[in-house]
């Protein structure tokens, strides 16, 4: 195979080449893909550094060609004073047939997104189909991305936002209200949860906020903030008595909500129900009761971003856009 050199794509360039159908496709076929065996084994490495921490992921897929990538992110979450995103990352592909390195990108862009269109995937296979109130805890970036993804999934859904800061939530739901069209609506006190059918948590808690009396028989929850050991969203026994889906078992349980649930002797790991690509493949079940409460416990793959960006690769190679580099010149 000819290669002209390693194409280098910015977030800009990116945002134009990707719908959210786009990266519910993506996160659809990764998710079948590793349940059926055809991926190349996941990393996951974590490291902590004085202002912050770093996040490696690694991982490749079969698609209709083989693909591997490696995802750098770095989460500086006191650069929001100074006007920076608190993550800041690249992405690199590379073609796992010859080990060429295809592309190197943005990977803020792919990380909210894909985050996004996982959690609606999953809200697609385990929400009640009459779900109709959405309730999102959070206010930064990642919960912009899971509202916009939401909206192109549950057009109908009424949508709440909690934060404890109240500026924050005021100006999250004036923002969001405005651009999709609809009403966001800010609440102070989570325990109107209770009335959500669907319940996000996208935040950077290293604290449960929602407890067990919280959530009412039938919602689903999207776990989304614990990525790394520290983190917590939601109390050990309101996982304990739901039924955990999760993105990938084996990272779950060392650093998901779930393994919060596991060192206080709650659960244990052969509790899990499903990885969420056994659910899209038709492998395991999804909801069959009314009442159950489903958490899709979400701490993100490689898998997700090696097939967004094998996606932006491809749609760009095909639009001419970004910039060839030749590293071995």
């Known amino acids: 195979m000819t290669y002209s050199g390693t194409l280098l794509l910015s977030r800009s360039e990116i945002a134009a080449l990707m719908s959210f159908d786009d990266y519910l496709a993506a996160a659809e076929d990764a998710f079948r893909l590793h349940a059926d065996g055809k991926f190349i084994a996941t990393g996951l490495l974590h490291a902590d550094a004085r202002e912050g921490e770093y996040h490696i992921k690694t991982g490749g897929l079969y698609l209709d ?31 796992a047939a010859t080990g060429y390195p295809l592309a190197v990108m943005d990977s803020v862009e792919i990380t909210r997104r894909r985050t996004a269109a996982a959690t609606a995937l999953a809200a697609k296979h385990l929400a009640r189909p009459e779900s109709s109130r959405l309730t999102i805890c959070g206010a930064g970036a990642q919960a912009r991305a899971h509202l916009r993804a939401f909206r192109g999934l549950f057009p109908a859904v009424r949508m709440f936002v909690f934060s404890r800061d109240e500026k924050k939530r005021q100006s999250f739901a004036d923002e969001m209200s405005t651009e999709l069209e609809l009403s966001v609506e800010p609440v102070s006190d989570l325990n109107m949860a209770s009335q959500s059918d ?4 996208c935040t950077t808690a290293r604290a449960a906020f929602l407890e067990s009396a919280m959530v009412a028989p039938g919602t689903f929850i999207g776990a989304v903030g614990a990525d790394s050991p520290q983190k917590q969203e939601l109390a050990p026994d309101l996982v304990a008595r739901s ?21 206080a002797g709650l659960m244990t790991a052969e509790q899990i129900h499903a990885e969420l690509g056994e659910i899209v493949a038709g492998r395991k079940p999804a909801r069959t009761r009314a009442e159950e409460i489903f958490i899709y416990d979400s701490t993100g793959t490689a898998l997700q971003d090696v097939a967004a960006a094998a996606r932006v690769y491809e749609k760009a190679i095909a639009a001419n856009r970004g910039t060839l580099f030749d590293f071995a010149a």
């Open 243 to 263: 039924k955990v889906v999760v993105d990938l078992a084996a990272q779950c349980v060392q650093v998901g909500e779930i393994h919060h649930a596991i060192d």
């Open 198 to 201: 669907m319940i996000i948590t």
């Open 65 to 95: 060609r083989a693909f591997f990538g490696v995802k750098v992110n770095g989460g500086f979450f006191g650069n929001v004073k100074r006007g920076e995103p608190a993550i800041q990352g690249i992405i690199y592909l590379s073609d």
